[in-house]
């Protein structure tokens, strides 16, 4: 995360409910015996995975809860009973990432069979995105949908993305309810096709914007190169990057100056996470092509008319930007970084080639004004 988040964040509590509704069944499965209601748990929540099936959805396509978690159960008969005691007790063991990160245990389910970690993950993943809308489970849970408990969390953690800075969580439409509001989706931290523990753990939830969560993390493991090498990664709640962060420019005197993304830490540990978050969200990629034209971005953000003008410009971006701001206004965290890297440079080169590229503008005017 380029900002942490805040530790007030609202938990969802579909989330909470389905996460203790999966380590009880996993629980009562240890024992072995046939499938029944029993597997569950007596309250609303089991109550509504287990009515959630085939069996009582004519027309129903595909499998639904219960008929998921039937197949994990089918699944895990095939384990000798300790596999099945040793699941449970993993999960009920690793329910803490703040540990997880500290410490994470890549393997953690490697003691199970193909077929078994195969139809746990399909459960996992029906309870993420499909359990978690059942009217039963919301009721059960303070009558809370993902679409509350998203407004809720941009409450306290603001607009824009906490992992990249460059992009609202979602727009926000006046006129209309809240209910009605477009939401981000939620990214899976420990990606669910990996950590199927964690598909609907409510601390490993949290809504990005959509290109880091669609374009540049998709499945990624936040724990492993895609070289198979292990690394770490920032704890969300805890560890961001935004201390660690340096723009400079290079090749001042180059027809295209470029601003360039720098870790400023020597540190080991931090240097593996930020690499980890870079790669993951695509940081420096989306950084340094946002602000590939140093020129444009002067002219876009300031557009002087004199030298003068460019100076008392880029010293004004240069300023602290209000807490508020960064939750409100997207790159505006960049900005600050990229004009302060231009303030430390000369910028006389820049106005050259600004008084340049304003007179090609008022030629190329004519032209198209011409062209009528
Ligand atoms: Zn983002």
């Known amino acids: 995360m380029l900002f942490v988040l805040d ?11 389905l996460n203790e509704e999966l380590l009880y069944f996993l629980q009562h499965s240890v024992a072995g015996g046939r499938f029944k209601r029993s597997l ?43 596999v099945r005691h040793q699941l449970f007790v993993t999960m009920q063991n690793n329910q803490n990432l703040n540990t997880f990160f500290s410490a994470p245990n890549r393997s953690l389910l490697s003691f199970l069979s193909d077929n078994s970690f195969k139809a746990l993950k399909n459960l996992a993943s029906h309870l993420y995105c499909s359990t978690k809308d059942l009217q039963g489970v919301i009721t059960a849970a303070n009558n809370k949908n993902i679409g509350n408990h998203f407004n809720d969390f941009r409450l306290i953690n603001g ?19 809240d209910e009605e509001q477009w939401r981000a989706d939620y990214d899976h931290q420990l990606c669910k096709s990996k950590y199927p523990l964690y598909a609907v753990h409510p601390d490993n939830l949290v809504p990005l914007c959509r290109t880091c969560n669609q374009d540049a993390k998709k499945a990624k493991d936040l724990f492993k190169c895609t070289n198979g090498l292990d690394r770490l990664a920032l704890n969300p709640f805890t560890e961001d990057a935004h201390n660690f962060l340096t723009v400079e420019i290079e090749n001042l005197l180059d027809p295209e100056p470029k601003a360039i993304l720098k870790w400023n830490t020597r540190n080991a540990a931090t240097l593996d996470k930020l690499n980890t978050w870079d790669d993951v969200y695509e940081i420096r990629n989306r950084v340094e092509g946002k602000y590939i034209s140093i020129v444009n971005i002067i002219q876009d953000e300031i557009n002087p008319s004199n030298a003068q003008e460019l100076d008392v410009g880029v010293q004004s971006k240069t300023r602290q930007i209000n807490a508020n701001t960064l939750k409100r206004k997207e790159w505006a965290f960049w900005e600050r970084k990229v004009f302060s890297a231009i303030n430390a440079v000369d910028k006389s080169a820049f106005w050259a080639q600004l008084e340049f590229s304003n007179e090609q503008g008022e030629e190329g005017g004519e032209y198209i004004i011409q062209g009528d």
């Open 40 to 82: 569950l748990s007596r309250h609303a929540v089991g109550q509504a995975c287990w009515d959630n099936a085939k069996a009582n959805n004519a027309g129903a396509k595909g499998d639904l809860t219960r008929d998921k978690f039937h197949k994990l159960f089918l699944a895990l008969k095939e384990e000798a009973q300790a």
């Open 159 to 177: 607009e824009v993305c906490r992992a990249c800075g460059m992009e609202k969580l979602a727009p926000f439409r006046a006129h209309v309810d």
């Open 7 to 17: 530790p007030t964040s609202p938990k969802f509590m579909v989330f909470e409910k």
